[in-house]
């Protein structure tokens, strides 16, 4: 189900792309002051010249961290938490970590001229502002794969790339979404621009 209306609404943003290259044209070719006209010659070079540069944006890098992370966490077993000793013991370590990890990075952001604040002293518009996303996923990823380690739901390396990959497996048909809906957004700023 979740196929098909991704396949609906990537069908509609190809129509919608369309749509915007002949209204283009027909605004370009009536005159239209601002517009500019994808089927130009400068806009097909626009359109194949900037087409990898339109997708590289912050927002495709969280989504593909998070996504490693909730394999990590999806796999790890702590949504199956036994009473027993290893399972204790494991919740135990990771809540160690974690706050060791908080920790420390309260401690590089914090203070008035912690490392991450910006040359001004502030934390937004600084490294800790542009990391809050890596810095999330970091520590959720971290704290499942130490958690699956302990538990023996991660027997080895192989299996903890098998729980990443698996949250991009899952994720991936919003990613096919994703190229989609950012070509319509960089095409419309082409056009009205």
């Known amino acids: 189900m979740k196929n098909r209306i991704i396949g609906f609404l990537v069908v509609f943003l190809c129509i919608l792309e369309v749509m915007l290259v002949l209204a ?6 009536i005159e239209v002051e601002g517009i500019r006209s994808l089927l130009s010659a400068e806009g097909i070079r626009w359109f ?8 590289q944006t912050e927002v495709l890098i969280w989504i593909l961290l998070l996504s490693i992370t909730w394999g990590c966490v999806r796999n790890c077993g702590i ?8 399972h204790y013991g494991a919740f135990r370590i990771v809540l160690f ?5 908080v920790s420390f990075i ?3 952001s914090l203070p008035s001229h912690a490392i991450l604040r910006s040359a001004t002293g502030g ?5 800790f502002s542009r990391a809050v996303v890596p810095i999330i996923a970091f520590i959720f990823s971290l704290a ?15 299996t903890i790339i098998a729980a990443m990959g698996d949250g991009i497996k899952t994720i991936a048909p919003y990613l096919v979404l994703y190229v989609f809906v950012m070509q319509l957004i960089n095409s419309l700023v082409y056009v009205i621009n």
Request: aromatic letters at 20%; zero cysteines; charged letters at 10%.
């Open 24 to 29: 283009s044209w027909l605004m370009s070719a």
């Open 106 to 108: 309260f401690y590089i």
């Open 48 to 55: 194949f010249g900037s087409f990898v540069d339109g997708l």
């Open 123 to 127: 934390l937004w518009s600084s490294a």
């Open 97 to 101: 970590v974690v706050v060791v990890y």
């Open 144 to 158: 499942s794969i130490i958690y699956g380690l302990i538990t023996k739901r991660f027997a080895s390396a192989s």
């Open 79 to 86: 949504g199956h938490y036994n009473h027993d000793i290893r």
